[in-house]
């Protein structure tokens, strides 16, 4: 693993390492014919991103969580995603809920050979901690750039993701120029530029040392779609004794890794009241909400969750239908 340790090596003394794609292909061992094209066909139906304080529609994605302890990697129940204001000034603060990624892609070799080279590359810096599982989170992202105008990847702009690591994977570029990703210390000093220009050209790094962010693509040719592809993955370690929101494992989806986390500190109705009281927050949000944007953001969270209690009682009750007929035999 001589150049995996390399990468390491840089990510420890820079804080990022940027690694072409003849890297990428050997560090996940892909040969000819290995699903690459299928994989990166699963960016052709995106939904948009509904979310964008900005009304913008140039964004579409899909996303997934995981948990990881120590080798073992599971992925999680579907669950909204969530950054703090401080994070994402533009869209953070709500409860973002995107269609789940598929199992072509959550389940492909490259998918889980990603994670595994992350686990190795940020486990031989010492960001992730052996001994401390993960919570992982995975967003295909499409964006497009319309004939008249950009389209922004991050329109947040110089920002940090507020996870421990990341990595941003080049799917591909179709018409477009621009997409420079910039990479800079906690003072914003620019340290970097890069454009990732081939498929699997991939930048990783530290964010609790590291911000980026990555600038306006236009079409190349304006009587052309263009579009920039590609897979952003996160991870950062997760609080056991105390479940975080986005740990919350859901009704009927609790892989075995993930359980005893449940069992230990949620029986399924105290679940469906947290389920409850996550809607009623999201309604008092709504009420306080001066954007008419943010404030149908809230509401459908809340709709979200009301679904998800409601759910989530159907299931209880349902047992104790089962049970109820099972004692009768
Ligand atoms: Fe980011």
């Excluded at 990697?73 to 995107?98: A, T």
């Excluded at 890794?257 to 449940?262: E, G, H, L, Q």
């Excluded at 209880?316 to 035999?329: E, I, T």
Aim: aromatic share 8%; net charge neutral.
């Amino acid at each position: 693993m001589q150049l995996a340790d390399n990468i390491a090596a840089e990510l420890t003394r820079s804080g990022f390492a940027i690694v072409p794609r003849r890297h990428m292909v050997e560090l996940l061992s892909l040969a000819e014919g290995s699903g690459w094209q299928n994989f990166a066909a699963n960016w052709k139906d995106l939904p948009l991103d509904t979310f964008m304080a900005d009304c913008g529609q140039y964004r579409r994605r899909r996303f997934a969580t995981f948990g990881m302890q120590g080798s073992r990697i599971v992925r999680k129940p579907h669950q909204p995603h969530f950054q703090g204001r401080s994070f994402n000034r533009l869209n953070g603060g709500v409860e973002r809920w995107f269609e789940p990624v598929g199992s072509e892609v959550a389940e492909s070799a490259v998918t889980f050979g990603l994670l595994s080279l992350c686990r190795y590359l940020f486990g031989s810096t010492g960001i992730i901690e052996p001994m401390r599982d993960q919570h992982i989170e995975l967003h295909q992202f499409r964006i497009e750039a319309s004939s008249d105008g950009e389209g922004y990847p991050t329109p947040e702009g110089m920002h940090r993701d507020g996870v421990d690591w990341a990595c941003i994977t080049m799917i591909d570029r179709n018409n477009v120029d621009g997409a420079e990703t910039r990479i800079a210390d906690e003072r914003g000093r620019v340290l970097a530029t890069v454009t990732l220009a081939e498929p699997l050209d991939t930048v990783f790094f530290d964010d609790r040392r590291i911000r980026h962010g990555v600038s306006a693509i236009h079409r190349t040719d304006p009587d052309q779609a263009g579009w920039r592809d590609v897979l952003v993955t996160t991870g950062r370690h997760v609080t056991t004794s105390s479940l975080a929101s986005n740990d919350v494992p859901l009704r009927g989806h609790e892989s075995p890794a993930i359980r005893p986390v449940f069992s230990r500190n949620m029986s399924r109705m105290s679940l469906i009241d947290t389920y409850r009281e996550k809607a009623s927050g999201e309604r008092a949000a709504a009420k306080e909400a001066s954007l008419p944007n943010r404030r149908q953001v809230h509401e459908r969270a809340a709709a979200t969750w009301d679904r998800m209690a409601q759910s989530a009682q159907d299931t209880f009750d349902q047992s104790v239908v089962n049970a109820a007929a099972k004692a009768r035999l």
